[in-house]
């Protein structure tokens, strides 16, 4: 390990970041990248169309979308790619990974999706516990994708799926309404500590959208418990937020029954901060700083007491989140080395791919 005096200082490259997940798999020769664009030529015209096509050639299964480093499948997964599928207009992919999805996790009468399906146990589904950012996802894909093909069914599933979420996982926490991680095994009742939250859960965008179907839940309220929880949440030199805190004290500390690390779930946090309309910039500039572009150091999983660097993120969807940070605080232009989708692995490559959606969407100077 090695100590961050400054985030993006220069910290050398662990050894091995491959620690049991998201490892980077082998690209076949039918997904081999071409060249990068040159500095300041912007994303081509189709990059979308070739990426998504990509993505479903190595992930996507009769609409199972496949975590190849954790070999299952879970709603979170489900969500990303019906969200990419209704941007690059894809109909047809679309409905089948929401027909998979409806027969294979919405299983409980919760109206809520088991967030983990395994192709070798039997029954494939485990554990019935939802992942809420899962449920949030999938119900921001079909609101997107009633709204572009003019279907009110995939509106009336994504209203239920939000109303779902306000019955079983929204809660009130201390300053505002929060949202549980999952149905069971996070409230007070559960934890040492008190409840348990996971930062990566308040998928920012989302919000802005289902407020709109679902009134009766007080989304501002969740987003504003979730940016000031974020503000503080940093914890350590590093002033980053671990991947699970505990609240019931008042103000948030890392959980006691987790690591108290920066890790693979809290990556996402500056993703949705920057898509959203919220975009406040001191939020913001901790995450900015995990990757040093000119150096090629980063970005890193970092164990918060000491502010020690462990495992370097693999893939280069890791990277493009903190150029989507970097753009977000100082418009910085996105590097041209990612301009490209590189197939990596599930988790890498669907970062990389949400990243620049986002930057066209909210910053496309920065293309």
């Not at 070999?71 to 941007?87: D, F, P, R, V």
């Not at 007070?188 to 802005?208: C, H, I, R, T």
């Not at 030199?237 to 609240?247: H, K």
Request: glycine fraction near 8%; include cysteine; proline fraction near 7%.
């Amino acid at each position: 390990m090695c100590l961050i005096v400054l985030i993006g200082s220069t910290c050398p490259h662990a050894a091995s970041w491959a620690v049991g997940e998201r490892a980077r798999a082998p690209l076949a020769d039918s997904v081999r990248p071409g060249p990068a664009p040159k500095e300041g030529q912007g994303l081509p015209e189709n990059w979308l169309a070739t990426a998504w096509d990509n993505y479903k050639r190595q992930f996507v299964r009769s609409g199972r979308v496949i975590d190849d480093v954790n070999k299952i499948s879970h709603s979170e997964g489900q969500g990303y790619a019906m969200l990419i599928a209704t941007k690059a207009s894809d109909r047809a992919a679309f409905d089948e990974i929401w027909n998979w999805t409806r027969k294979e996790l919405y299983i409980d009468p919760s109206d809520l999706a088991a967030w983990q399906w395994k192709d070798k146990s039997t029954p494939n589904v485990t554990d019935r516990n939802n992942a809420t950012d899962g449920d949030i996802l999938i119900a921001w894909a079909l609101l997107e994708a009633g709204e572009k093909w003019h279907s009110p069914d995939y509106v009336d599933a994504a209203r239920k799926i939000a109303s779902a979420i306000g019955r079983s996982v929204v809660a009130e926490g201390s300053g505002g309404a929060v949202l549980l991680p999952g149905r069971t095994g996070f409230t007070a009742k559960d934890q040492p500590d008190g409840m348990v939250l996971n930062l990566s859960y308040w998928v920012f965008p989302a919000f802005e959208r289902l407020k709109g179907i679902s009134p009766e839940i007080d989304w501002n309220s969740i987003q504003s418990t979730g940016l000031r929880l974020i503000r503080e949440s940093r914890f350590g030199p590093t002033r980053l937020p671990s991947e699970w805190i505990a609240v019931d004290s008042g103000k948030p500390a890392p959980a006691q029954a987790f690591p108290s690390r920066f890790s693979y779930n809290a990556i996402r946090i500056p993703l949705y901060l920057a898509w959203s309309t919220v975009n406040q910039r001191d939020l913001l500039r901790p995450f900015a700083g995990l990757w040093n572009d000119t150096l090629n150091l980063g970005p890193f999983e970092v164990e918060l007491p000491s502010g020690a660097a462990l495992d370097a993120f693999g893939g280069n969807g890791f990277k493009a989140v903190v150029a989507t940070a970097k753009c977000a605080v100082d418009r910085k232009k996105l590097p041209a080395a990612l301009q490209k989708i590189e197939q990596g692995s599930y988790y890498s490559t669907t970062l990389h791919i949400l990243s620049l959606i986002a930057l066209q969407e909210r910053y496309p100077e920065c293309l």
